[in-house]
């Protein structure tokens, strides 16, 4: 299987694995326990707080391990909520993850206003609008660092700026940037991030919060992550977690060159008919090429290079099944066809250059196929 779908999911890697077999066979105690099984259970833990503190650049201190990226998004928004007592306003934009647009929604039907901000046609949002968008009433702006469909990077540094002058805090979902650009939470006063996007395991994630910051807790029962989030921690999820972070550190350089595959595969595929680039050329994830074949349905091309063993997606992994189109694509301006029918296609550290070679030779290979029945008058 060449595996082009890295954005959705990452492989566990074998470094992860090992450091947590041990908290899955032996040391399998809980970190709240008394005896050594549980103290052993707590410095894994905390150790692990702190390799994702480093990261990111921030204190250990602030670190709550939750469930995933969703839980993590969902905490941000509905914990500063909840903490500031009564309805308010909260600035976004159009092309966020539905993790962050469904709890928005939620927060509107309590009586909430919510600002979704406009975005260029390569997705990327004005600083200045954000800063016209801030209000007296304004709670939290949340964006994304970088858009997990189409890859558009936000200029993070200079909204962090822009909420610090005002006094708005600032929530940065992280999850697909961290390990293919540097991340520093200095711009942020909370950051989500997620394991299984950076060779980590699935069900483990982060959220970062400046010390000081007011957060109601959204699960209650225990006095678990200095009572921000109840409930035994996945210690085992937690130390995978830490060393995919610390790895993640050390792969950034190499993680860059996936740039120049991306652009390989563009070359492969830019001449095609109907062919268009969704991802922006400049301010881009180094791993992410997003595209749409006119009249060629999304759903048939995956399924076509999944036989040839294949792995893409369309569009986003967490609407999978969905009829609609892409809302990130309708917000650049996509009519709805192609916003319907986009390829994402997310390289890995370990994509090779004949892979890439063979992907733009099947997709070349389906789309021409196709191509001629067409124009044969057969429309299978």
Same mark, same amino acid.
């Given at each position: 299987?060449?595996?082009?779908? !890295?954005?959705? #999911? +990452?492989?566990?890697?074998?470094?992860? *694995?090992? /450091?947590? @077999?041990?908290? =899955? %066979? $032996?040391?399998?105690?809980?970190?709240?326990?008394?005896?050594?099984?549980?103290?052993?259970?707590?410095?894994?833990?905390?150790?692990?707080?702190?390799?994702?503190?480093?990261?990111?650049?921030?204190?250990?201190?602030?670190?709550?391990?939750?469930?995933?990226?969703?839980?993590?998004?969902?905490?941000?928004?509905?914990?500063?909520?909840?903490?500031?007592?009564?309805?308010? !306003?909260?600035? #976004? +934009?159009?092309?966020?993850?539905?993790? *962050?647009? /469904?709890? @928005?929604?939620? =927060? %509107? $039907?309590?009586?909430?206003?919510?600002?979704?901000?406009?975005?260029?046609?390569?997705?990327?949002?004005?600083?200045?609008?954000?800063?016209?968008?801030?209000?007296?009433?304004?709670?939290?702006?949340?964006?994304?660092?970088?858009?997990?469909?189409?890859?558009?990077?936000?200029?993070?540094?200079?909204?962090?700026?822009?909420?610090?002058?005002?006094?708005?805090?600032?929530?940065?979902?992280?999850?697909?940037?961290?390990?293919?650009?540097?991340?520093?939470?200095?711009?942020?006063? =909370?950051?989500?991030?997620?394991?299984?996007?950076?060779?980590?395991?699935?069900?483990?994630?982060?959220?970062?919060?400046?010390?000081?910051?007011?957060?109601?807790?959204?699960?209650?029962?225990?006095?678990?992550?200095?009572?921000?989030?109840?409930?035994?921690?996945?210690?085992?999820?937690?130390?995978?977690?830490?060393?995919?972070?610390?790895?993640?550190?050390?792969?950034?350089?190499?993680?860059?060159?996936?740039?120049?595959?991306?652009?390989?595969?563009?070359?492969?595929?830019?001449?095609?008919?109907?062919?268009?680039?969704?991802?922006?050329?400049?301010?881009?994830?180094?791993?992410?090429?997003?595209?749409?074949?006119?009249?060629?349905?999304?759903?048939?091309?995956?399924?076509?290079?999944?036989?040839?063993?294949?792995?893409?997606?369309?569009?986003?992994?967490?609407?999978?099944?969905?009829?609609?189109?892409?809302?990130?694509?309708?917000?650049?301006?996509?009519?709805?066809?192609?916003?319907?029918?986009?390829?994402?296609?997310?390289?890995?550290?370990?994509?090779?250059?004949?892979?890439?070679?063979?992907?733009?030779?099947?997709?070349?290979?389906?789309?021409?196929?196709?191509?001629?029945?067409?124009?044969?008058?057969?429309?299978?």
């Amino acid at each position: 299987m060449i595996y082009l779908d !890295h954005n959705a #999911t +990452t492989p566990v890697l074998a470094e992860v *694995v090992r /450091a947590m @077999l041990p908290f =899955l %066979e $032996r040391d399998f105690g809980n970190p709240s326990s008394a005896h050594r099984l549980g103290s052993n259970a707590r410095c894994a833990v905390e150790e692990a707080r702190e390799q994702v503190a480093r990261l990111i650049g921030g204190e250990a201190a602030g670190v709550i391990f939750t469930s995933g990226g969703t839980e993590s998004n969902n905490l941000a928004i509905e914990g500063v909520a909840r903490a500031s007592g009564r309805p308010g !306003h909260v600035v #976004t +934009t159009q092309i966020e993850h539905s993790s *962050v647009l /469904a709890p @928005l929604a939620r =927060l %509107e $039907r309590e009586g909430w206003e919510v600002t979704r901000l406009p975005v260029d046609e390569e997705g990327r949002v004005a600083p200045e609008a954000i800063a016209a968008a801030i209000s007296p009433a304004t709670r939290l702006v949340t964006i994304g660092w970088a858009n997990n469909e189409i890859g558009t990077i936000q200029p993070i540094d200079r909204i962090g700026a822009i909420c610090r002058a005002r006094g708005v805090p600032l929530h940065v979902d992280a999850i697909q940037a961290a390990g293919k650009v540097k991340i520093d939470c200095a711009a942020a006063d =909370l950051l989500s991030l997620s394991a299984h996007k950076i060779g980590g395991p699935k069900g483990i994630g982060a959220l970062w919060v400046r010390p000081g910051l007011r957060l109601e807790p959204l699960l209650l029962g225990g006095s678990q992550e200095r009572g921000r989030r109840a409930g035994t921690e996945n210690v085992a999820g937690a130390v995978g977690f830490g060393v995919a972070c610390a790895l993640a550190s050390r792969r950034l350089q190499a993680v860059a060159r996936l740039a120049e595959l991306r652009e390989r595969l563009w070359e492969a595929l830019r001449d095609l008919p109907g062919v268009r680039r969704n991802s922006p050329l400049r301010g881009c994830l180094c791993n992410t090429l997003n595209v749409s074949f006119c009249g060629f349905s999304a759903d048939a091309l995956v399924a076509a290079l999944d036989l040839r063993g294949i792995a893409v997606s369309s569009g986003s992994a967490c609407a999978a099944g969905a009829s609609e189109p892409s809302h990130v694509l309708r917000a650049l301006g996509r009519e709805e066809a192609l916003a319907r029918d986009a390829i994402r296609f997310s390289l890995g550290p370990e994509t090779t250059a004949a892979e890439i070679d063979e992907v733009g030779a099947a997709v070349r290979s389906i789309v021409c196929a196709r191509g001629e029945r067409l124009a044969g008058g057969t429309h299978a």
